[in-house]
């Protein structure tokens, strides 16, 4: 006779427990086709839906899902600001981004506020909910469409930072970090923005640490990448 423990209890319990989504699109037929593809299976249990970014934020923060499906074009509220608010309020919330769009803007925004995951519309089934599984583990899930290097800077980012979410700099640390990058010199950073050398040198020192950040040349390319800065 076999002898289950607690333990194993527990982890069997956890395999029972359905992945808990919400649903977030302003097209309703949209909303309607992934809750039916994803209740066909019992592995998923759809607890809301929101037309928009606003009613997205309540319900993250009401419902607690594992996972959220965002879209980015919505009235209201976009889903890139939903999911900035999402996250500040709930840092440990899992956001995958379902959009029509791979315009470079659009992902690096959402790669540097902290999404888990981004897949386009025109996804296989299979890989939305391979995504969302992967999601739900803790890990993470991208698109092979956007550019390799692009996401292994985000990767990078976060594992130099220790801790999963965006990079998280001041208003003035981004002000700083532009002049820099531009070829400013601390001292004519401190000039333009009518500050000391020393706060200047101080607000350097914290948001390259914060960045993972050796040096100046890796400070432009941030800049560059980031669209902080043209060249």
């Known amino acids: 006779m076999s002898v289950t423990t607690t333990g194993e209890a527990v982890a069997d319990q956890a395999k029972s427990q359905p992945i808990r989504l919400l649903l977030v699109d302003d097209h309703t ?40 499906i965002m879209d980015l ?9 939903a999911t900035r608010r999402i996250l500040k309020a709930e840092p440990g919330a899992k956001v995958l981004v379902l959009s029509m769009y791979i315009d470079d803007d659009y992902v ?6 902290g999404v888990s995951g981004y897949l386009l519309k025109d996804a296989p089934a299979r890989e939305l909910l391979g995504a969302v599984r992967t999601i739900a583990k803790g890990e993470t899930h991208f698109t092979p469409r956007i550019p390799a290097a692009t996401v292994e800077r985000y990767r990078a980012a976060r594992v130099g930072n220790g801790r999963r979410g965006p990079v998280d700099l001041t208003h003035r640390e981004r002000e700083v970090l532009k002049l820099l990058a531009e ?3 601390v001292r004519a950073v401190a000039e333009v923005l009518h500050l000391s050398q020393k706060t200047v040198d101080t607000h350097k020192t914290n948001l390259m640490r914060k960045l993972g950040l050796h ?12 669209k902080l800065i043209r060249v």
């Open 108 to 113: 690096t925004q959402a790669l540097d506020i």
């Open 73 to 81: 074009a919505m009235p209201a509220l976009n889903g890139l600001d």
């Open 183 to 185: 070829g400013h010199t």
């Open 29 to 68: 037929i949209l909303r309607q086709g992934l809750r039916r593809l994803f209740e066909v299976d019992g592995e998923f249990q759809v607890v809301g839906e929101a037309k928009n970014g606003r009613e997205a934020v309540d319900l993250a923060r009401d419902l607690k899902p594992d996972v959220i």
């Open 215 to 226: 040096n100046r040349v890796e400070l432009v390319k941030y800049a560059i990448q980031n």
